[in-house]
Nanobody, 124 residues
Framework: QAQLMESGGASVQAGGSLDLTCATS??????MAWFRQGPGTERQEREPVAAICAGSGDTFYGDSVKGRFTISQENAKNLLYLEMNSLKPSDTAMYYCAAGPSLAAILVARVGAWGQGTQVTVSP
């Protein structure tokens, strides 16, 4: 099972930017994604923010982040990134890196491995 570790979470003001990084161990999963879990919500309420197919590079973005967030990967270094711009208070959440068997599978929460999460807090 892949080991995932996120970094880059911080507290920022609205309108600011953050870059998250997920370092993975040797990874056989084809789908990689960033999920988030808002304050006071349950694990099963985690929503996919952005996802990418490790092979084709096809991407998915949630409606609330389209045009503001960019997911990318550096396969040679087993790194996954999330560039977040124009942050809003509603983006406040714990952000989790996830790996699954495919892009389609990970979007329905068929996740094989989760990271521990990194906190993003956006103040007004």
């Amino acid at each position: 099972q892949a080991q995932l570790m996120e970094s880059g979470g911080a507290s920022v003001q609205a309108g600011g930017s953050l870059d998250l990084t997920c370092a993975t161990s040797a990874n056989s999963y084809s789908g990689m994604a960033w999920f988030r879990q808002g304050p006071g919500t349950e694990r099963q309420e985690r929503e996919p923010v952005a996802a990418i197919c490790a092979g084709s590079g096809d991407t998915f973005y949630g409606d609330s982040v389209k045009g503001r967030f960019t997911i990318s990967q550096e396969n040679a270094k087993n790194l996954l990134y999330l560039e977040m711009n124009s942050l809003k208070p509603s983006d406040t959440a714990m952000y989790y890196c996830a790996a699954g068997p495919s892009l389609a599978a990970i979007l329905v929460a068929r996740v094989g491995a989760w990271g521990q999460g990194t906190q993003v807090t956006v103040s007004p």
